[in-house]
Structure formats: structure tokens, C-alpha cells
């Protein structure tokens, strides 16, 4: 069966500082990737999606940049964090010809 | 024309009772409607889907109601219990990669 991880689970950075998260999925091959970001008590909103390798789509222009550098790695980064940065950070994964989007564990991000 | 309006925002019920969910959208070519559940801290898990092609599917105390004409579809929660005190999220998908999500809605289930 497959496994999607996400670390850190929790994460308090400075503002300033640099990001990297990372996930993972388990027991699939190319898979598309997605990250998401969810403010408190808000919807979901798509960053960036990746459908192979080192193939990143960017939804939304910010601080924040993605990449592939394995088939089912997908990593979330900042060079310089910002507080509008915090939120809850969503992993997901699809079957490269199947529709639903399963979601990995989240990652709460505080910047301070 | 590619959003999903999810209504209401929140929704307070009492056990026993039924709890409804509704979503409207623009984009006929959405083929794919699926719910997703989301308890605090966790990842949005998928519930139930349902493509256009029927109006109606059920699983368990958990139904989509689907109205092609009307771009409209809902979810309902029967004999709602504390335990699936929730946000709900619908949304829909064309052939493509990305899945629209609505607004998602705060479920309170008073016990």
C-alpha cells in the first residue's frame, strides 16, 4: 500500500531564516506531487505541483520554492522566511492517471 | 469559473441528526467531485467522491447528492455523531493535475 511522510511534523523558525521540508510517498512511481498550504481555520490553497522529475508548476508567486530530485521526493524551501510564511504545510500525492489527492500528515510551520 | 463555492462556512448539529453540506460550481468540465475530512491537525483524508454520471451515491451514513443541471452537489452526514465534528472541503477536477477545493466548512456535532 502506499505511505505518504512529511517532516518536520512541527517547525518554529526566526524570520530570516532558511526552510526546507520535505516529503515522501512510498509504495507508488510517478506519482504527481502537490503542496499546499493552510492558514488557521482556512481553506486549502495549492503552491506548487509536480507531475515527474524535476518538473515544478508554481501556483501562486511568493518566497517559497519547490523541488524534485527524486521520483517520489518533493521539497518545499525558502531562502528567507517571512511571517506570512506560518501555516500548515500539506504534502499530497495522485496516480499519474487517477484523480484523488491523498494528503500526508502536515507540517505546522510557526515563523516568529 | 474555476471555483467551488462551499456553503456554510460553519454548521452546528445535534447528534442524531443530519448535517448538509453544499457546493456549487461554473466549470462543466469538472468530472470528478470528491469530499474530503479534516480533523484539527491532521491531513484532509478523502471521504467519498462521485462523477456526473449518477445523481446520487451513498457509503455508509455518508451521501453526495449530484445535480448535473444545476452545477450543484452536497454532502450529507446522517445520524451525525461528536465524532465526526470536522471541516468538510468539496471539490471537483477535470482531466487535468490540479483539484479545486471549496472553502471547506467547520462541522460541530453537539452530543
Known amino acids: 500500500s502506499q505511505t505518504i511522510h512529511q517532516w518536520p511534523a512541527t517547525l518554529v523558525q526566526p524570520v530570516g531564516s532558511p526552510l526546507s521540508l520535505e516529503c515522501t510517498v512510498e509504495?507508488?512511481?510517478?506519482?504527481?506531487l502537490y503542496w499546499y498550504r493552510q492558514a488557521a481555520g482556512r481553506g486549502l490553497q495549492l503552491l506548487f505541483y509536480?507531475?515527474?522529475?524535476?518538473?515544478i508548476s508554481s501556483e501562486v508567486p511568493q518566497n517559497l520554492s519547490a523541488s524534485r530530485p527524486q521520483d517520489r521526493q518533493f521539497i518545499l524551501s525558502s531562502k528567507k522566511l517571512l511571517l506570512s510564511d506560518s501555516g500548515f504545510y500539506l504534502c499530497?500525492?495522485?496516480?499519474?492517471?487517477?484523480?484523488?489527492?491523498?494528503f500526508g500528515p502536515g507540517t505546522r510551520l510557526t515563523v516568529l | 469559473q474555476q471555483q467551488v463555492k462551499q456553503s456554510p462556512q460553519s454548521l452546528i448539529v445535534q447528534k442524531g441528526g443530519i448535517s448538509i453540506i453544499n457546493c456549487a460550481y461554473e466549470?462543466?468540465?469538472?468530472?470528478?467531485f470528491p469530499w474530503y475530512q479534516q480533523f484539527p491537525g491532521k491531513g484532509p483524508a478523502l471521504l467519498i467522491a462521485?462523477?456526473?454520471?449518477?445523481s446520487e451515491k451513498k457509503e455508509g451514513r455518508f451521501t453526495i447528492s449530484f445535480n448535473k443541471s444545476a452545477k450543484q452537489f452536497s454532502l450529507h452526514i446522517m445520524d451525525s455523531q461528536p465524532g465526526d465534528s470536522a471541516t468538510y472541503f468539496c471539490?471537483?477536477?477535470?482531466?487535468?493535475?490540479?483539484?479545486?477545493f471549496g472553502a471547506g466548512t467547520r462541522l460541530f456535532v453537539k452530543a
Open positions: 499530497a500525492w495522485s496516480p499519474g492517471t487517477g484523480d484523488t489527492q491523498y
Open positions: 509504495g507508488t512511481s510517478n506519482p504527481n
Open positions: 471539490a471537483a477536477k477535470t482531466g487535468g493535475f490540479k483539484t479545486i
Open positions: 462521485i462523477r456526473p454520471d449518477v
Open positions: 466549470n462543466t468540465a469538472f468530472d470528478y
Open positions: 509536480s507531475v515527474g522529475i524535476g518538473q
